[in-house]
DNA sequence: CATTAAATGCACTACAGTTGCATTCATAAT
DNA sequence: ATTATGAATGCAACTGTAGTGCATTTAATG
């Protein structure tokens, strides 16, 4: 048994071919990715079951959902020990408006706000857009 | 010449009859709306010439566009003196998760953010989610 | 009134997200 | 080993937001 097929296991998920290379190739990388972009690395993917299989995953604290402005969903990989499913891991993310790719930035966290008289938070989305550090290189 | 017409003409926005019925609707609302708020407050409304409407005032810097998180696009008429198509005016928003309502905070600007050498920060979004003031009495 | 550009109305496209249902697959019970 | 069961998948279709192209109407100008 593999370390991802462990993985699923401990997280109450059935490690099938398909969300095992799922989440192989989120594991492969770096950034976030929208449905689109699973769907296209594998050609014989069917959009249904990515998007249920991320619902799963999502569902069982196995990846969380990104909003980064674009109004695509992005999903990533968490961290081992984060527990996103509690609103408890609000690090913030970055969107590069060059090349479009979007990062967690799993050590920053989203610093405590003060909220008006009367309202109550119970989670948070940062986004910083701008350029990236490959970006910015060049 | 009303007040909404000295508005529009001051950023150089033609004041026609629809423009001020929708600059109305959104003085009153206290909220952020979304492009099918509007269609449903007005039965004659046309769609296309809100969806345009709206464009045409937040390049003109009259409304700004918020990103709630909800993946629907809200409006909210920009404060005087903001200045958020230059990026410098990022107040945070609050959406509620019980009415669905999205409001600006406008006195909460948010904090500024160390970003990871390489990355170049040239806008921001922060949205809290919660339970809004007028929910939380209940 | 004639000219001209902006604004609007209508139709249609694009696409992410979502659901229903039949089928296949894996597992466990017999 | 066979069967029964539920989970996972595949296929088709629908939804709602966003966006575009183009003809028509409206408003401002001389
Ligand atoms: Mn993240
Ligand atoms: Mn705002
Ligand atoms: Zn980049
Ligand atoms: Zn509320």
Redesign the interface.
């Known amino acids: 048994m593999t370390d991802i097929e462990k993985t699923l296991e401990n997280k109450s998920v059935r490690p099938t071919a398909m969300r095992i290379l799922i989440y192989k190739y989120m594991a492969e990388k770096e950034i976030a990715v929208a449905l689109t972009d699973i769907e296209n690395a594998f050609e014989k993917a069917e959009r249904t079951t990515l998007y249920r299989t991320l619902k799963t995953f999502e569902e069982k604290g196995i990846v969380h959902q990104i909003?980064d402005?674009t109004?695509i969903?992005k999903f990533a990989l968490c961290e081992p020990g984060c527990n996103c499913e509690l609103d408890q891991d609000l690090h913030?993310h970055?969107h590069c408006?060059n090349c479009d790719k979007t990062v967690c930035?799993t050590e920053?966290k989203?610093?405590h706000?003060?909220?008006?008289?009367?309202?109550?938070?119970?989670?948070?989305?940062?986004?910083?857009?701008?350029?990236?550090?490959?970006c910015?290189?060049h």
Do not use: M, R, W
């Not at 706000?113 to 550090?133: H, Q, R």
């Open positions: 909003d402005g109004n969903s913030l970055f408006s930035l920053h989203i610093p706000i003060n909220l008006p008289t009367g309202y109550i938070a119970e989670d948070a989305n940062l986004v910083i857009k701008g350029i990236c550090d490959t910015s290189q």
